[in-house]
């Protein structure tokens, strides 16, 4: 399984930059390429909270049905699917200071096998690999602009 990690300072407190990345309305508007992430049953903001989720990769839309397998309010935040494309991600938050925190995420993902599987990896894997470029800018332009925090 093809393993993406990433490392970004943001210039945003730690706690605010959590309460955004774990709000799940927000999801769509930061994460490049999700276009709908929509709550399956209620939202406790903690394990156990499911969610219907449509990428958008090149010419692919992708489904997924997440769970959130890992919470610590605050700081780590992980999703792991349990239907439709394989993926997790784990996001861990860390204050450096009281105006400015790191983000790190580390994305997996896994195509079906088979020719089908190695057909969609390479229409696929090139915007993957941009697209965590544009989601750390997307981000960190969310977070360090004024009315954000």
């Known amino acids: 399984m093809p393993v993406i990690t990433k490392h970004v300072e943001i210039a945003a407190p730690a706690s605010a930059t959590f309460d955004y ?23 406790s903001r903690s394990t156990g909270d499911r969610f219907d989720a449509e ?3 090149g010419p692919k839309a992708l489904h997924s049905t997440v769970d959130i397998v890992e919470w610590v309010d605050g700081s780590v935040i992980a999703l792991s699917s349990v239907k439709g494309f394989e ?3 784990r996001w861990v938050v860390t204050p450096v200071d009281d105006g400015h925190c790191v983000a790190d995420v580390e994305f997996r993902y896994e195509f079906p096998g088979g020719f089908t599987g190695k057909a969609l ?4 894997e090139p915007f993957i690999n941009q697209g965590i ?9 969310r977070l360090e602009s004024p009315r954000s925090t």
């Open 87 to 89: 993926t997790s991600s």
């Open 55 to 57: 990428m958008k990769l």
């Open 133 to 141: 470029s544009v989601t750390d800018r997307t981000l960190r332009s």
């Open 21 to 43: 990345l774990s709000s799940y309305e927000n999801v769509p508007d930061w994460m490049f390429g999700v276009t709908s992430f929509v709550p399956v049953g209620p939202v």
């Open 121 to 124: 990896a390479k229409v696929v």
